[in-house]
């Protein structure tokens, strides 16, 4: 957004100045790719080495404490405005089968919630508090057989109409949530599939204002040069993350790449730490460019106090997990050390808000609809 009186040679932004990361309240959060028949189903099995990491001296520590759950299509139908691979906009019906499959049986939550389970009879209970976040498709803009709600089709030309159906999708994934009583997990927010606000600014900030209102979080992460990206809280937007993909493109150089780090850090961003799985298949020239990503995040102090997402290309993690190369398992243990640690520091904040949890007992015979639940 260009403000009145900038200087035509310097972009301005309507969101103050704040020279500090998204902090890492939310904690470090792997973005797991799921519900494609191309995609892995996650069961405990494939989890396991998620959950928790063992170190090459032997010993075991929990690892990532926050998961997103996203996907962009179902074979051709699009949940959003700019995905590849597709022909189509996802119609109702489609919306619906995002839904099924992450609360199937043993896979997506389900499955992940067990595993936490399994994990703590070794480990113990962990210092934080497991989170998982939940994608919200996009409605395509020229849209108009979606389907109906309230016996109404709605009109995807039409913004109101955009909106509607998205409050139809939060009511409905909150519910199913809430119904599971999952034992080891708790729903953090709701992820915006779109990776820029160019096809959805006439929604966005609404649909952030309708996400907060039922008690939950807005999440967003949008790419290095994406349209509204240092604009993010204009769009109620929670918590947002700056793509940065130094790791496969190849011509971007150090030097941009902490720009990129001091405009998170300007704007009050989180960053995303990126990799592929050409860190096996092209190993020589990859895995340099990883090593750089990292030293380059703890120069700029990401690693101490950021907010980081971790995007590993689909299910490459599990691949790493399982490499017997000697690099391969020293960046393993480096991660896992680094996220090990911000989860003790997250730890107090667990302790301090299982405080507030029991101050809050009174509220458990409302239903979390009902406004009362949210007053403090």
């Known amino acids: 957004m260009l403000v009145f009186g900038c200087s035509s040679l310097q972009l301005c932004y309507s969101q103050p100045i704040v020279n500090s990361y998204l902090d890492n309240t939310a904690g470090d959060m792997l973005l797991m790719y799921y519900g494609g028949k191309y995609r892995k189903n996650w069961t405990k099995t494939q989890l396991k080495n998620i959950v928790t990491h063992k170190f090459a001296d032997g010993h075991t520590d929990w690892f990532f404490p926050s998961f997103l759950y996203l996907e962009f299509r179902r074979d051709q139908a699009l949940f959003g405005n700019e995905q590849p691979g597709g022909s189509r906009g996802a119609k109702k019906e489609d919306w619906e089968w995002i839904m099924d499959r992450l609360f199937q049986k043993d896979q997506g939550l389900d499955a992940l919630d067990k595993c936490i389970s399994e994990c703590k009879r070794t480990l113990g209970d962990p210092p934080f508090q497991h989170k998982v976040v939940l994608v919200i498709p996009s409605p395509r803009n020229d849209q108009r057989d979606w389907g109906k709600i309230d016996g109404k089709s709605l009109d995807f030309r039409k913004s109101k109409d955009k909106v509607r159906a998205v409050q139809w999708y939060v009511d409905q994934i909150l519910a199913r949530f809430e119904s599971q009583n999952y034992s080891n997990i708790i729903l953090d927010g709701l992820y915006w599939v779109d ?39 204009k769009y109620n937007v929670d918590c947002c993350y700056l793509q940065t993909g130094y790791f496969w493109h190849t011509d971007m150089t150090v030097k941009q790449l902490r720009s990129l780090c001091a405009q998170a850090k300007k704007y009050g961003l989180g960053l995303e730490f990126e990799l592929s799985r050409h860190i096996t298949t092209e190993h020589n020239k990859y895995f340099p460019r990883l090593m750089t990503l990292m030293d380059i995040y703890e120069e700029q102090g990401v690693f101490d106090n950021c907010g980081l997402t971790y995007y590993f290309d689909n299910s490459a993690i599990l691949d790493l997990n399982a490499s017997s190369s000697p690099d391969i398992i020293h960046f393993m243990d480096r991660l896992a050390t680094h996220i090990s640690k911000r989860n003790q520091k997250n730890s107090v904040k667990f302790k301090n808000s299982a405080v507030d949890s029991n101050q809050s007992n009174s509220k458990k015979g409302l239903d979390w609809r009902d406004p009362e639940y949210w007053h403090f």
């Open 195 to 233: 990776e820029t606000s160019s096809h959805c600014s006439d929604i966005l900030a609404n649909v952030g204002k309708f996400v907060k209102q039922r008690g939950t979080k807005f999440y967003w992460i949008p790419f290095s040069t994406a349209y509204g990206r240092f604009d993010w809280k």
